[in-house]
């Protein structure tokens, strides 16, 4: 079977969406812990542009195993193990990537259970591994 192009376009039109994502999260991270923690809006802000990225890079993904017919994933974080398995990323980013993907599904389906100092430390720790995420499939594109 012949390999279909990849949409350069959608994954363009994701990337947006992270940046966005990215910037508010930047923005709310220069506020400190303390003020952060008392924040409803801020708090759920950050929840849902955390869950939108995350979703964001698993579409990337799954778009690019589909056109270059990869393995079929039965979990997101297998979409993860497949892309490092293929080389288009690292093993310590699909590893990353695979934790958040399991953060993502905590804020979907048990979000009373998400701790506010936590969603504090990733924000200030992690968006660097999203970041990172882009970048490697910016090479992987290019090559």
Do not use: P
């Not at 801020?42 to 990337?60: G, N, P, R, V, Y």
């Not at 936590?118 to 970041?131: A, R």
């Amino acid at each position: 079977m012949r390999k279909k192009e990849i949409d350069k376009d959608l994954i363009n039109a994701k990337f947006d969406i992270i940046e966005k994502n990215l910037e508010l999260l930047d923005e709310i991270g220069s506020e400190n812990k303390e003020d952060f923690v008392k924040n409803f809006r801020d708090i759920q802000a950050t929840k849902h542009a955390l869950q939108e990225s995350i979703e964001s890079c698993i579409d990337i993904s799954n778009h690019i195993i589909s056109r270059r017919r990869l393995e079929r994933a039965e979990s997101y974080t297998e979409i993860f193990e497949i892309l490092d398995k293929n080389e288009i990323i690292t093993k310590k980013l699909s590893l990353k990537l695979q934790a958040m993907t399991k953060f993502r599904n905590l804020l979907v389906h048990q979000y009373g259970r998400v701790n506010e100092e936590e969603l504090f430390s990733i924000i200030k720790e992690d968006i660097k591994d999203i970041e990172e995420f882009q970048k490697q499939i910016i090479k992987f594109l290019e090559n």
